[in-house]
């Protein structure tokens, strides 16, 4: 029943998303949406997948459109009249889509072709013999696609850095060559066709003064930085490793600045060290990959990294799935960081 | 059930992909957009993740270091592109957000139509 019922849920919350004409209620739908997706997951047999939608989808997106409507405006300000040509793309691309299924397989039937093609029967019975890993997905993530994972977290690094380019160039007076060399010629005014000046918040998060929330916080930190290194380190056993137990790590921080304030934040991991360690991770990985080369072997090639070759993959594949997590622990709190010192009142 | 089951989440993927489509159409809210887009985006990675289910399948983490009899898995390829497809979702998703707060600075509004009403003020 629940089969049916959850992804119905799913529908009803994205549909609602959409309609709603506040955009704070709108952003905690879709958290609820988020959160409905991480039990589907679990119901879907996706562990690894939860857990990261979970952080990541009910958490760190969450705060960002949060924070981000605090710089901007928190009313969806445009008639709700029905666009008729949009309804019919995409009720055109709906019964495209719906024809397409006809030919699709059946699901849940262990005989249609994502299950039987070659590779994923060979990476389950090979994965503890050329890895060590118990679990198939880390094996994956980690060795037989090593190289797509290796990429994938220079996209996150890369949007990393361009989110730090993108707001830390611009907080200048409009009218100033920015570092580009563009002057802010386009400065419009608003008011000319009837926009009203919101309220701003406060340009700098500041400290939260209730005393519950600042002990639990101090309380549940700990546990919560165990968990995401416990997370990270067990890709191996089980469910978890460094794309998981990153976003994890990067919560822990987020909730810190959210209820001890940006400036107490700042104390304990500097923006300047933030910064560094979004390249380390990847510094990590693709050196785990150049220790390789040196040492004789392929690209990424674990084995050759020690005598033993099955402990040898062990090893470096705990070495990248730490440097993902490092990667990916960074872009969460920047995204965070750089989001929060935007100057509302500019 | 299981004859309806076969084919339940294909419909649920097609309706939140055109739920996403029409909002990031017809929404004039550039935060509306985004939040569109990330439905959007959801319906995609629930599409990969439903072909990975197996019937009496179970989470791919093997047994007794993967000797002896295993249980039936589910496809854990779909799985892995999942996973890190979310993490590079979000990366984006925070470049389209700053996107907008640059927007709204310059213009002091993110409906759509003011700021194209301001574009054609200026010229």
């Known amino acids: 029943m629940t089969d049916l019922a959850i992804p119905l849920f799913l529908v009803v919350c994205g549909i609602a998303v959409l309609l709603v004409k506040d955009l704070m209620s709108s952003i905690m739908i879709f958290s609820v949406y988020s959160l409905m997706m991480a039990i589907e997951w679990c119901r879907l ?95 994956i993530l980690a060795y037989f696609r090593g190289f797509d994972t290796l990429f994938e977290t220079t996209v996150v690094a890369t949007a990393g850095f361009s989110l730090i380019m993108l707001l830390r160039a611009g907080n200048k007076k409009p009218g100033a060559l920015d570092k580009t060399g563009v002057t802010a010629i386009y400065k419009k005014t608003p008011a000319s066709i009837g926009v009203k000046p919101t309220a701003t918040f406060p340009a700098v998060l500041d400290q939260d003064k209730d005393i519950v929330k600042r002990t639990v916080t ?75 080369l040196f040492l004789g072997g392929n690209y990424l090639q674990y084995s ?31 995204l965070f960081y750089e989001t929060v010192r935007i100057d509302a009142n500019d | 059930m299981i004859e309806l089951l076969a084919k339940y989440n294909y419909w649920i ?17 550039l935060i509306k957009k985004i939040i569109g887009l990330n439905v959007f985006q959801t319906a995609v990675l629930l599409f990969y993740v439903s072909m990975s289910k197996i019937e009496g399948g179970t989470a ?39 996107f907008v707060t640059r927007i709204y600075r310059e213009y002091g509004t993110i409906e759509e139509d003011q700021i194209l009403e301001l574009n054609k003020q200026n010229d």
Request: charged share 10%.
């Open chain 1, 218 to 292: 101090k309380f549940l930190i700990p546990f919560i930085q165990l968990f995401g290194l416990y997370v990270i380190v067990h890709g191996e056993l089980g469910p978890g490793g460094g794309f998981q137990g990153g976003v994890v790590l990067g919560v822990s921080i987020i909730i810190y600045s959210l209820v001890f304030g940006f400036e107490e934040a700042k104390q304990r991991l500097s923006v300047r060290t933030k910064d560094l360690l979004v390249s380390t991770g990847v510094l990590v990985y693709g050196g785990i990959g150049v220790i390789a």
């Open chain 1, 45 to 139: 047999n996706a562990v690894d997948v939860a857990i990261t939608e979970a952080a990541v989808g009910a958490g760190i997106s969450t705060v960002l459109f949060l924070v981000i409507l605090g710089r901007t405006k928190s009313v969806d300000e445009g008639k709700k009249h029905i666009n008729l040509p949009a309804l019919l793309i995409t009720v055109a691309v709906a019964a495209v889509l719906l024809y397409g299924t006809i030919d699709l397989p059946h699901l849940r039937d262990a005989s249609i072709a994502p299950n039987t093609h070659v590779v994923t029967p060979y990476y389950l019975e090979n994965s503890y013999e050329q890895t060590g890993q118990i679990n198939v997905v880390a094996a």
């Open chain 1, 304 to 334: 050759v990294l020690l005598p033993d070759p099955q402990f040898a993959s062990i090893v470096g594949i705990m070495g990248v799935e730490i440097g993902v997590g490092i990667t990916v622990a960074a872009v969460m709190i920047t």
């Open chain 2, 60 to 98: 791919p983490i093997l047994l007794n270091h993967g000797h002896g009899p295993q249980p039936v898995f589910d496809n854990p390829l779909p799985q892995v592109l999942m996973l890190t497809a979310i993490v590079v979702g979000i990366s984006t998703t925070a470049v389209a957000l700053t």
């Open chain 2, 13 to 29: 993927v097609i309706i939140l992909l055109t739920t996403g489509l029409y909002g990031v159409m017809a929404r004039k809210n």
